[in-house]
């Protein structure tokens, strides 16, 4: 696991300086902290901070190939490696180093900007190409390892970490308005855009090649919803075991410390009991509770670990999110309102002391249809009753013309549209409209649009048909988890440089799922039907069924006594209403609400204050 930077002079005539490079390299140290290495040749540098957990002593990089002139650094860790090596040194292929990251620059020997087809694991790398003059860069097909890079048309960079790249004095750092308008709806900024112009994520299943002063962003992989004919249930659960057993086997591919995290929920105890499976030793596992007993799962997770006889180990934390607070708005680089971010540095940071790796269940609820959201309320049912022209009409005209904060100007939204559009309202926590009721002119005007998600429909009307539910889990798996879920874990696992392995999400075991009958996914009110039945064979019934409770924290409460004080001053204070982002009225009327318990603004509340702790971090204090 490392991070990984660089940059690429397109005039060959100005050279990279070792003193920069470094620079973007310490500034994500915490996410290697084991060695750095670089590699300059006149107008190319490549860095990187290293994580030792493959080849702990001969696995430096930058590696090469034989006679170096294919140079990589690479993030990850890449799960079928020994194979990939056999069969590329029985193509003559010579290897120095018994690295996973080395058959990655074989591959591309061999296969050039295919050799991403081969691979299985997580990863986000770059390749510099001395012979054709080009950087190539690619990234994994879910999203678990970030990339970003800027062009200006004179210099290519790119990092793991959008920090790497701001070190760069000519970078500017500007906040990109149709991003604040995402960020505002959805609590993060979905790829490829970021918070700041001109710096750009690659999307998860996309690689990038600089070459000739050109960039060009090519998708290597997508997931397709195309279920198969039924079959009996017993053949579902017999596929998905034996395809998650696998995922997880590879994934305990370690010469360090290895453990699990364990919630109390069905996810991550299938994957412990699978890792149980397959160890000789007792699994490490890591479960974190609050004092507070309507967000504590910890008797769920100690059922589980004294079924397998786990090294448990657990902690009741008060979280101090106030001390904390500023590292995480550093650690991700935009303003991202996710709160069980905080619940998750502190399981990572207890997870460090005792290993360096820890494998985790994300990815379940995506796959499976475990989100409340996939399931049709009463109102979504009776919708289609309503003619189109009365909801594509009136509906549609009297809610753009009612206020914001008017009683049931959501539920006119959600009447108006079709069911792309109504889900799309249905996780867009922050605005469903683009209008100065919420934003100032300034913002509202600069984007030219009333609908804050663009974004999200390209990725639907991208879609050739599918299912009502196989549209929305497609949705979710293109932005809410790249940009929400494994954002928060890669930030907060490397922020205390512990790598996290996600089973769940090996690419074999997400393509399996999109081939499921719908009522292989949700049968009735039970969600995520045939993982909950696999679980049957390895859980406690009291685990698999029962009430979900999420990752979360009180913000609600904290908003409402401990940071009455500094909530107001960073959503009203004088720094942050001279910004000019939103319309001051539906911010005074939301703290007012708040405050006297009319309604709960706690999610707008938090993101109003991380984003003005963005600014200050990053567009005020550099």
Known sequence: MCGITGIVFYDDTANVEKSVLERMCNVIRHRGPDESGVYIKNNVGLGMTRLRIIDLAGGSQPIHNEDKTVWIVFNGEIFNYKDLRKNLEALGHEFYTWSDTESIVHLYEEYGEECVQHLRGMFAFAIWDENKRQLFLARDRLGKKPLHYYYDGRRFIFGSEIKSILTCDAVPRQMSPPSLIQYFAYGYVPDPLTMFEGIWKLPPGHSLLFKNGSVSVSKYWDVKFKPDKIMPEEHYVECLYELLSEAVKIRLMSEVPLGAFLSGGTDSGIILALMARHMSEPVKTFSIGFENSKYNELGYARIVAERYGTDHHEEIVNPDAEAIIMDLVREFDEPFADSSAIPTYYVCKMAKKWVTVSLSGDGGDE????????????????????????????????????????????????????????????????????????????????????????????????????????????????????????????????????????????????????????????????????????????????????????????????????????????????????????????????????????????????????????????????
């Not at 029962?546 to 009455?564: D, H, L, Q, S, Y």
């Open 367 to 622: 796959l499976f249809g475990g989100y409340d959201r996939y399931l049709d309320g009463p109102l979504a049912r009776y919708v289609e009753w309503i003619p189109a022209s009365l909801r594509r009409g009136a509906f549609l005209r009297l809610s753009r013309a009612l206020p914001e904060w008017f009683a049931g100007v959501n539920t006119l939204r959600h009447l108006s549209g079709n069911g792309d559009e109504r889900y799309i309202r249905n996780i867009s926590k922050g605005v469903s409209t683009v209008h100065q009721d919420v934003f100032s002119k300034e913002i509202a005007d600069s984007v030219n649009t009333t609908d804050p998600s663009p974004v999200m429909m390209d990725y639907l009307n991208s879609l050739d048909g599918c299912d009502p539910l196989s549209r929305k889990q497609y949705l979710d798996i293109k932005t809410y988890l790249p940009g929400d879920i494994l954002t928060k874990v890669d930030r907060m696992s490397m922020l205390v440089s512990l790598e996290a392995r996600t089973p769940i999400l090996d690419h074999k075991v997400v393509e399996f799922a999109a081939t499921l009958p719908t009522e292989m996914k949700i049968r009735g009110k039970t969600q995520k039907y045939i993982l909950k039945k696999l679980a049957e064979k390895l859980l406690p019934r009291e685990v698999i069924y029962r009430p979900k409770m999420g990752f979360a924290v009180p913000i609600k409460f904290w908003i409402k006594r401990e940071w009455t004080d500094m909530s107001h001053e960073l959503v009203l204070g004088e720094r942050a209403m001279a910004r000019r982002n939103f319309n001051p009225k539906f911010v005074r009327e939301i703290m007012s609400e708040h405050r006297w318990g009319r309604r709960d603004h706690s999610y707008l509340i938090w993101t109003l204050m991380i984003l003005e702790l963005w600014f200050r971090e990053f567009i005020d204090g550099y």
